[in-house]
């Protein structure tokens, strides 16, 4: 078993889609990015990586690449990084993500972003957990500035079951 742990942040941008855990949700505001700037999918990357031991979202998808990651899906990031796990002989074990947003609420958001991100991954629904909270207005969240996100994950190696 490894763990492993991802953290992202991005700044809002007036002019962008908010794009969370690969669901659109509705927002005066979207996140400024190279891709499409999904901050809670960025983070569960980082975190499926690094407990893999396979460095970052960063390393595999530069922004310094031209065009070729320039708005793209992260879902198709996320996808690609499940195929490196598997095959590296892992498999997700759970993942417990939270998303730090002031705004907007994304209560109503919570099952569709679990039910996309277990669909993308190819897991179980009880795999994946999405959690979301304020900064009781503390801190760039807090003043409406951007959004964070946390993840943490386990993965098993398959070899070892």
Not at 30 to 36: A, E, N, V
Not at 47 to 71: C, Q, S, V, W
Not at 120 to 141: R, Y
């Amino acid at each position: 078993m490894r763990i492993g742990f991802g953290y992202d942040v991005h700044a809002f941008s007036p002019d962008r889609e908010l794009w969370l855990g690969g669901v659109r949700v509705p927002s005066e505001k979207g996140l400024l990015g190279h891709s499409d700037a999904d901050v809670l999918i960025h983070a569960l990357c980082d975190a499926l990586l690094g407990a893999a031991a396979m460095r970052d979202i960063g390393y595999h998808f530069p922004d310094t690449k031209g065009n070729e990651y320039e708005g793209i899906d992260s879902k198709i990031l996320l996808r690609r990084v499940m195929q490196m796990l598997r095959d590296n002989g892992y498999e997700l074990g759970n993942c417990d993500c939270t998303i730090c947003a002031q705004t907007p609420k994304l209560s109503p958001h919570i099952e569709s972003m679990r039910a996309c991100l277990s669909e993308v991954m190819e897991v179980d629904l009880s795999q994946v957990s999405v959690k979301a909270t304020t900064t009781e207005h503390l801190g760039f969240v807090g003043r409406e500035e951007g959004i964070a996100a946390y993840a943490i994950v386990l993965i098993n190696n398959r070899e070892e079951r």
